[in-house]
């Protein structure tokens, strides 16, 4: 017997509580509160990250459920929120899809500079703790990726074990509620019409400029997007070209007048 397997569905006895109120859940607000409640005890976190979609090159959808001032679904500051989450993607691909750590303050080029307008942002800065997980299903190759957000320490373990045990629970009670209002016609937008929205750019010239709004260099957007710096400097010129700009301030400022970055 695989002992692994064992510990785990003894775990999960501990765990029944909160689960059996996880499959009562019914609405967006209901979610929430279940986070906030006795999900808490087993897994603490202040900001809890969905997304699904193309990890690779494609359009990510995500949530966002907190009770901090500000950070909700497509508010001011989560524009770029689809490729922090390719980010965590690899993290979690690297750790060969088990749960995993990261102290995210000693990673400033992912936490990105805080503006007053984007509430978000500045929640962000003040996160310590991020503990990554996901689910593959593989019928469709689909994948979804859950990200727990901390602004205190929180330790690998037994946070590991609650996130394999409860992470399941929560995508079920994501794929059951009925998205809210403003999430529905965002994520419409965001799949199926982002790119004729942003002048034309590709998907990876949205990357690139998403970074470029939060001040990177061409140098750190190669090392986030795992590319050269030479090619991101490619980017660019194709970029300039598309929107009839000179320089990269320019760009910003046309580009944000379609879809601000926060």
């Known amino acids: 017997m695989n002992f692994h397997a064992l510990s785990l569905g003894e775990e999960r006895n501990r765990f029944l509580p909160v689960i059996e109120q996880g499959l009562a859940l019914e609405r967006h607000v209901d979610l929430l509160h279940w986070l906030q409640g006795d999900v808490q005890h087993h897994l603490p976190h202040d900001i809890l990250l969905a997304g699904w979609g193309d990890f690779r090159e494609g359009p990510i959808a995500h949530d966002l459920l907190s009770k901090l001032p500000g950070v909700r679904s497509y508010a001011a500051g989560t524009e770029s929120l689809a490729f922090l989450l390719r980010k965590f993607h690899t993290l979690w691909v690297g750790a060969q899809r088990q749960p995993c750590r990261l102290n995210f303050r000693e990673s400033e080029y992912l936490r990105g500079s805080s503006r007053p307008e984007a509430s978000f942002r500045s929640a962000l800065q003040n996160m310590r703790t991020v503990l990554v997980h996901g689910l593959r299903d593989e019928r469709s190759g689909h994948e979804c990726l859950y990200v727990v957000m901390s602004a205190a320490e929180i330790p690998a373990e037994p946070a590991g074990t609650a996130m394999k045990v ?97």
Not at 181 to 200: M, N, R, W
Not at 208 to 234: F, H, P, Q, R
Request: charged residues 20%.
């Open 166 to 262: 409860l992470i399941p629970f929560v995508d079920s009670a994501l794929r059951r509620i009925t998205q809210l209002p403003q999430q529905h016609t965002q994520t419409s937008l965001s799949l199926q019409t982002a790119h004729e929205e942003l002048l034309g750019l590709s998907e990876r010239e949205v990357q690139v400029m998403a970074w470029v709004a939060m001040g990177k260099t061409n140098s750190e957007i190669g090392d986030i997007l795992n590319i050269s710096g030479c090619t991101v400097k490619n980017h660019m010129q194709r970029i300039f070209r598309k929107l009839n700009v000179f320089n990269r301030a320019q760009a910003v400022s046309k580009v944000t007048r379609v879809t601000p970055y926060g």
